[in-house]
């Protein structure tokens, strides 16, 4: 079955009582047991387990090609648990350009528990070799990462970290399914904010992990009941009703990104941008080989001083100015300030991120009322 058709019925079966196409939303917190400990099918709270949960779970695993599913209350509640599974003096070997949200987690509260972890540049396989120690459990990547958009070559990580004795894992938010599948090309666990592209539409905050190991997954499973953070049915048929667009949204997100790439890289008033799909980005030949596209993700610096990258931000009419990304609507953020300034600020400069980047969430709008917006607000920069 072809992703687009999956994203559609995998984990989507008629409702037995009426034949309702949709999955119901079962907004209950307990089931009735006919007899002392005998549940229907494993139902007896919805912590534990709820059918709209279910059929989303089975849904995202379908689209990974993975085994098995788990949705958790943020993307952030998804890597906490599994970060829940190592015990103190493990080692976790974490990308050098992450997710403002995961640094933080990372290194202001796992090491509090005596998890320890090193930060270093993923795309360089020498540098990730000298950072696996006896200790590595996990080696965390994203790719394509955030906000810099580099590439990391899932197989041939996956190959070093397996040698080392430690597990992959992938947030593939950035990509998606739909263009990317980490656990076929050798990653252990994939990670999504389904906040994002997923859901698709800004209304849901969720997070998801896929996997093929069973006895890992049978230890996630327990901790997702035992800790707690759980999504409702309503925010879990949202994101299903947001799953059956989203091979028709991604080829949108890509077709824009790509139009705005190569637009603002003649633009006189842009001095740098970072896109995947840009033949000179460092990272093009990687990504055109492990994604079936390049995402809907640009991040940019205009020429001037920082003041004026933020100015820019504001100045946007179609592009709102606001944090997070993948919905159909287009937003534009300036991460130093904003998503990554949990981050410090030489860590962020010494990982290459410009204090006058921007990052770029392209929606699904026409792509003319997008090119003339961002270049409306670079001309009222003086430099357009």
Known sequence: MKPGTKAIHAGQHPDAGFGA??????????YVQPYPAEVHDGYDYSRGKNPTRTALQENLAALEDGAHGLAFSSGLAAIHTVMQTLAPGDHVVGGGDLYGGTYRLF?????????????????????????????TKIVWIETPTNPLLRITDIAAVADLTHAHGARLCVDNTFATPMLQRPLDLGADLVMHSVTKYLGGHSDVIMGALVLND??????LEFLQFAVGAVPGPMDCFLVLRGTKTLHLRMERHCENARAIAKHLDAHAAVAKVIYPGLEGHAGHAIAARQMDDFGGMVSFVAKGSVADGMDLCSRTKVFALAESLGGVESLIEHPPSMTHASIPAEQRRASGLDDGLVRLSVGVEHIDDLIEDLDQALAGSGRG
């Open 107 to 135: 290194s202001k509260v796992m090491t509090k528990f005596g998890v320890d972890f090193t930060f270093v540049d993923t795309t360089d396989l020498a540098a990730l070799e000298a950072a696996l120690t006896d200790k």
């Open 214 to 219: 069973d006895a890992w997954a049978e230890e």
């Open 21 to 30: 196409i949709m999955t119901p939303i079962y907004c209950t917190s307990t």
